[in-house]
């Protein structure tokens, strides 16, 4: 039974006892207060039911369609926003976070089976970025975010099913990222995207949306190295620096330098990467004012219109002529209500959205539920 499922269970019977109870020795004012208001009273313990119970199959809906589109028997997903329907690193990791989420232990063993036999076949650790049905793994360089995303998903693992081979296998990973991925440079300690191909003579080359700041602050707690904490302040710092085009809005890359800039070879684009920023920033509680108005002023310049780009241009204000999809709109609409996550409305997912719309929508909604408690 899930989580969600066995609140209503024991709210039914909590009330069915109340209703069983004989009333008969209580005062007389009190059982007619009781009768006045009792048709009223199990009106409203009806509606609040319903809403629970609603709200948590329209959760499972969601997930089930998940599987039932983008997860093949063996625990591969696919990326169908690609034409190869490749999977990669990231894409395993969420949905193995998710599966924890769900209380969905075998769909979470049969993706972490996949992903330890398929994509850790470095002489390390990490994971290979992306694997296709055609070549497999043609590049074994990895994905940093991908790596976190899985190590934060095996800890999750770990503390909801008491597994400690989950906790091994995170700490492998986890002890792979800090002494290989994490750089001290003048700016403080940044995580390089991947192994190879991010320093270069003019600088190194950083991703801001890699920064998975509720990951990091789990991983912290595990593995105690001041690295983490560090890691963390530079991504605030460079986040209150890279301020760019009309919105001062970061772009998906950055080269660090003595000025940031837009990474050469990189479209200087406020995009599929970025967007998904001001996500981590509310999910690990780092939502100050200061830090979320560059995105909180790009959408609300788009607000109520039935268009939304998906990305726009920092050098010359262009955006997009295709609408954003409904997973980066749901980020639009968390950064626009924040801090008011109780009346955030969100869509479920449909046969329409991709997939990678269809995880930040529910990554979205899972960060949005945390911050509730």
């Not at 409203?44 to 039932?68: E, H, Y």
């Amino acid at each position: 039974m899930q989580r969600s499922d066995l609140f209503v269970s024991s709210i039914n019977q909590l009330f069915l006892g109340i209703y069983l109870t004989d009333w008969h020795g209580a005062p007389g004012v009190f059982k007619s207060i009781w009768g006045k208001y009792w048709s009223g009273f199990w009106v409203w313990i009806a509606c609040v039911l319903g809403l629970i119970s609603f709200n948590a199959n329209a959760a499972m809906f969601d997930w089930t369609l998940f599987k039932q589109r983008f997860m093949q028997p063996e625990g591969r997903i696919i990326d169908s926003g690609h034409s190869k329907n490749i999977s990669h690193s990231e894409g395993q990791g969420m949905a193995m976070l998710l599966s924890v989420h769900y209380n969905d232990r075998v769909v979470f063993d049969t993706i972490w089976q996949w992903t330890r036999q398929n994509l850790q076949v470095r002489d390390d650790k990490l994971l290979a970025w992306q694997w296709s049905s055609d070549a497999g793994v043609s590049d074994k360089n990895n994905a940093s975010d991908g790596d976190l995303f899985v190590a934060w998903a095996l800890l999750r693992a770990r503390d909801k099913w008491q597994d400690p081979a989950y906790l091994s296998a995170a700490m492998e990973i986890i002890q792979d990222i800090r002494q290989k991925l994490l750089r001290k440079t003048s700016r403080g300690v940044v995580l390089l995207p991947g192994m190879e191909g991010f320093e270069k003579e003019i600088g190194t080359i950083v991703n801001l949306s890699y920064w998975v700041f509720p990951a990091i602050q789990e991983i912290s707690q595990i593995d105690v190295a001041p690295e983490w904490i560090e890691l963390q302040q530079t991504g605030v710092n460079l986040l209150l620096e890279a301020h760019f085009g009309r919105w001062g809005l970061p772009p998906d890359w950055i080269l660090l330098s003595e000025k940031l800039a837009s990474a050469p070879d990189f479209p200087s684009r406020f995009s599929y990467d970025a967007v998904r920023i001001p996500l981590y920033l509310i999910w690990g509680k780092l939502d100050t004012e200061q830090l979320l108005s560059p995105f909180q002023n790009f959408w609300e310049h788009f607000n109520g219109a039935k268009f939304v780009p998906a990305w726009t241009n920092l050098n010359d204000d262009s955006i997009d002529s295709y609408d954003a999809s409904p997973g980066i709109r749901g980020i639009g609409r968390l950064t626009l209500d924040h801090p008011n996550f109780q009346k955030i409305e969100l869509p479920s997912l449909d046969s329409t959205q991709d997939y990678y719309s269809s995880v930040l929508l529910l990554l979205n909604k899972l960060a949005i539920l945390e911050r509730l408690r």
